[in-house]
């Protein structure tokens, strides 16, 4: 059986908002990966899959649950232990402008993990010059400036610097939203390409699962705070289970004139996560809710072998 590089149980994250509000942005997930995965996590903006990466990368403290990474909770460790996580795991930031210092160059940027842990410090402009070919640009790029590149070449900055420490684990937090459509396969090839050289592992969140596809060995559903419904990739793709997924999918156009594809149109907006709706949360937007949705929250299971569910069709 594959070794689970990462678990979650039953993390939770909220903020206080003022006016005794709680936000609860991630209210109660648990999920594992595989070392050599890639769970795709995708969601609307506002469900919490960003705040989600945030926690397991330690940026938020939690309020309830645990974040095991190779066996061990990651608020929990000591000092030595932390320095190790911070190298093991890196993130990959949404928008690569905004991630990274327009008054640094390059080779600056790259390196400021390798000096903070102390790495190939006798070979630290070479060890530069094979992040940048990793990642398809030239060693001559280290002497630039951010804003000289394209925002594709900014995000392979991007990985660049979060490879530069060897980690293990990558959360990459919506890494081609920001792109244009026609660089985002690149992105995507990339990456895969590093998984497969490198042995990576990998939580691909995305808002939108055309995205999340072709990576994704498993993928994740996240709707206000909760994971609805997890299965292997195709499984998903192929027979979703939960309202919520179906109409996502329904969304995605499919390239073929000759195939009709219904849309299923979901009314009303997302609500808000400091006034979560009761019973079911997607209660107020599902074709299918009854009064026992409305009254009770459904349970999370195993609906089919490695398929699960959070819904009470099933
Ligand atoms: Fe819809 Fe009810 Fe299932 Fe929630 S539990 S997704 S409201 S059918």
């Given amino acids: 059986m594959a070794e689970n590089l990462v678990e979650v149980n039953n993390l939770k994250k909220h ?25 795709g996590l995708v969601g609307e903006s506002g469900c919490g899959k960003s705040t989600l990466g945030r926690t397991l990368i330690r940026i938020y403290d939690r309020n309830d649950g645990e974040v095991l990474f190779k066996g061990k909770n990651v608020h929990t460790l000591s000092r030595k232990e932390g320095r190790q996580f911070n190298r093991d795991v890196q993130m990959i930031f949404q928008d690569p402008q905004a991630s990274l210092n327009p008054r640094m160059i390059v080779g600056e940027i ?28 030239r060693p001559e790029h280290a002497k630039r400036f951010p804003h000289e590149f394209s925002g594709g070449q900014r995000q392979r900055i991007g990985i660049a610097r979060a490879l530069a420490v060897d980690p293990e684990f990558i959360i990459a937090d919506e890494p081609i939203s920001a792109l244009d459509v026609s660089i985002q396969a690149q992105i995507v090839n990339l990456l895969e390409d590093l998984q497969k050289e490198k042995g990576l592992t990998y939580l691909f969140i995305a808002h939108d699962l055309s995205m999340v596809k072709h990576i994704s060995n498993r993928i994740g559903v996240m709707y206000l705070g ?14 979703p289970l939960h309202p919520y997924t ?10 073929d004139p000759m195939v009709k594809k219904e849309r299923i149109v979901l009314r009303g907006e997302l609500p808000s996560p400091a006034n979560l709706p009761s019973g079911c949360r997607f209660q107020t937007r599902c074709p299918h809710a009854t009064e026992q949705c409305r009254a009770v929250e459904p349970e999370w299971k195993e609906a089919q072998p490695g398929h699960w569910v959070a819904c009470h069709l099933y």
């Fill in 226 to 239: 909760k994971i609805v419904e997890l299965a292997e990739s195709i499984e998903l793709y192929d027979k």
């Fill in 110 to 137: 790259i390196a400021e993990g390798l000096d903070i842990h102390s790495l190939y410090q006798q070979n630290r402009a070479e060890r530069v010059a094979e992040l940048l070919e990793l990642v398809g640009l």
């Fill in 246 to 255: 179906q109409a996502l999918l329904s969304a995605i156009p499919i390239p």
């Fill in 15 to 39: 903020f206080t908002i003022g006016d005794g509000l709680v936000l609860k942005a991630v209210d109660g997930v648990s999920f594992t990966i595989q070392k050599g995965e890639t769970l």
